[in-house]
């Protein structure tokens, strides 16, 4: 009894492992609708998580498209091809560099069918993809086979294979068996599971989502720089003292003006929640990658550039402000105070714009409701903040910095960087139409010489239309933005002939549209097979760093850009470790289809691809890519797991962990 029982809590933990790394995010059910006697359709439903997608059909060389395969079709024939229904999205990806189609929430795939009349049987798999932000799954196959007869009710011989036995998971029989599914597939130890060996060692643990702190501190930053420019600082002391001096009760003018500050933020909040209503937070985020918006956005950028830089001044109506103004001074309690913020917004507009512009098609990407909302409390806050402060602290405005030309510097210096991120939208739509005007080279040969003659302009050498004619006196601070400015373009000339450039990686165009590249730190693995590395590994004495990847696979990119090329970690690899790279999504065919046993379920590996999957789920508990682990030459691990981390310090010691326990 006790041996039956402790048999039980060990399959139990196994499961409880196994669920821990193994992710199923989409959940497919298949039907198969007879519309006549001689029509039908094999219909594939989808539910999918929160923050995953699944790709559409005929996307080409990137992800993995959904696609129809038929093993067995007898007594029918495909009819046109699979097609998908349901809300798709479209955008722009810069890993893969091309448009792609996805679905979120749901899918729905169809392949219309012509039934011959009489029996019939249909077997066969669809294929899909599906990725998040993080990891990308390797491409999965939902499985199906009917029988029945054409000329009456159809009588399935067997039925849809569905929910989580289609996703590629492995179930804690698979692997409590010790490998015995796996017969056909691998030999001996090198295929036996090693999950509860990993869990041991312990497993990386995700980390938070900073992006709605990252939205908040981008606003509150854009805030501040709003704060110093010619049409909001000069107004802060007249406001303040405006609002001490309306009332003999010093209480009263504090509370004003905390509550024309909090009218500030009211205004702007409801500005960012106005845009999400309106659009929706979803066809943001589809414009925010559209082609044309972004060229359009491109141009504003570039109109609002040469404003700051002093070609023109871009202003409201004069009729809006001075019609909001006299509401003010024609009203009196909370209603005239929410008007005079009103009014600052409207009269600072020209400075202010082009900010709450770049912010909130930059926070429309994450997808989300509260993001533009979130961005413009922190911009308004950053913005509202001096005018309670120096109520609170009246002497503190006698010591406040003086009206002068220091903000037509800061203005332009926003000129410079608003040029710089013009180019960015630019080459969003260059990278979608294929024009090739703004390869990796060119967009970093304009980056350099707009930082370049940022710092230039910082150090008095350049002088635009608003600054002072006299002398230029460098203080201290101009002067370190000025350094920080020119180094920054002396940093990105290396990319000219192919240095990967981490700092600017999200800006910049990908690696591939690089014509000139010298940089060859690059590191390549030594087998893309697992049985041959090993035997490798074995005969060198060796251990191994298993890379399970796939071509679609963006974040896998990342790491190899990003970690791979440092020099601790590639010496590391190369030198130490024996390379074993799995591509996932490999689709040439196997010698012959192999028959497994997984989730109680027979399955056919018929692919590379198919194969490899397979090992990392039944032996690793995996089923994600980036996924790196490092094995002995007898395939048990020496340290725990490693996914999708860009901290090198924390890859350096996985790597070096592994050697003191092979080394052991």
Known sequence: MMKRLFSFLTLLCVAVLLKAQIQEPVKFTTELKRLSDTEAQLIFSATIDAGWHVYSTE????????????????????????????????????????????FEVSARFVQDLTLAGG????????????CNDENCLPPTKVEFKYGGAADGAATDATAAVSDASVTGATAAS???????????????????????????????????????????????????????????????????????????????????????????????????????????????????????????????????????????????????????????????????IFLMAFTLSLVSFSCTGPIV???????????????????????????????????????????MPKSGGWMNVIKVSLGFLELAFALKFLSVADLAYGWRLLDRETFLALWIVIFGLLGFYLLGKIKFPHDDDGEVKISVPRFFLA???????????????????????????????QDFNLYKNEVHAQFTDYEQGMAYARRVGKPVMLDFTGYGCVNCRKMELAVWTDPKVSNLIQNE??????????????????????????????????????????????????????????????????????????YVEFLTTGLKNYSK
Request: proline share 5%; net charge negative; hydrophobic share 50%.
């Open 357 to 399: 512009g770049f912010l909130l098609v930059e926070v429309s990407t994450s997808g989300s409701v509260v993001a533009p909302a979130l961005g413009m409390l922190g911009f308004a806050l950053a913005l509202a903040l001096p005018f309670t402060l120096f109520a609170l602290f009246p002497s503190w405005l006698k010591s």
């Open 577 to 650: 470790y024996v390379l074993i790279t799995l591509y996932v999504d490999e689709k040439t065919p196997l010698d012959a289809p192999i028959q497994v046993e997984e989730n109680g379920k027979q399955r056919t590996l018929r692919t590379v691809g198919d194969k490899w999957s397979y090992l990392q789920r039944v032996k690793f508990g995996a089923n994600a890519q980036p996924f790196y682990v490092l094995i002995d030459n007898a395939g048990q691990p020496l340290n725990k797991s490693y996914s999708f981390n860009e901290d090198i310090p924390a």
């Open 119 to 130: 029996a019939y049987a249909l077997e066969g798999y669809l294929e899909y993809g599906a």
């Open 59 to 102: 996307l080409g060389d990137g992800p993995t498209s959904a696609t129809f395969h038929a093993v067995e079709l007898q007594g029918a024939t495909l009819k046109g091809k699979l097609r998908a229904e349901g809300q798709e999205h479209a955008a722009f990806d810069e890993m893969f560099n091309m448009q792609v189609r996805y």
């Open 483 to 513: 350094l920080a400015s020119l180094s920054f373009a002396i940093y990105m000339v290396p990319g000219l002939w192919g240095a990967p450039l981490k700092a600017v990686s999200a800006f910049a165009p990908p690696m591939q549209t």
């Open 174 to 336: 698979a692997a409590a068996d010790g490998g015995a599914a796996q017969s056909g597939v691998g030999q001996g130890d090198l295929w036996r599971p090693v999950i509860a060996e990993l869990h041991q060692m312990g497993e990386e643990t995700p980390q938070g989502d900073l992006s709605w702190i990252y939205i908040f501190c981008m606003g509150f930053v854009g805030g501040l720089l709003a704060l110093f420019t010619p049409c909001v600082w000069p107004i802060i002391p007249m406001t303040v003292s405006f609002f001490l001096k309306r009332s003999k009760d010093k209480k009263k003018g504090i509370r004003d003006a905390w509550t024309y500050g909090a009218s500030i933020v009211v205004i702007y909040v409801t500005l960012g929640l106005a845009i999400t209503l309106l659009f929706g937070a979803s066809a943001l985020n589809a414009l925010s990658t559209n082609a044309i918006f972004n060229i359009l956005f491109c141009l504003m950028l570039v109109v609002f550039a040469a404003s700051f830089l002093g070609a023109f001044e871009i202003t409201l109506p004069s009729s809006w402000s001075n019609a909001v103004d006299s509401k003010a001074e024609a009203t009196s309690g909370l209603l005239s």
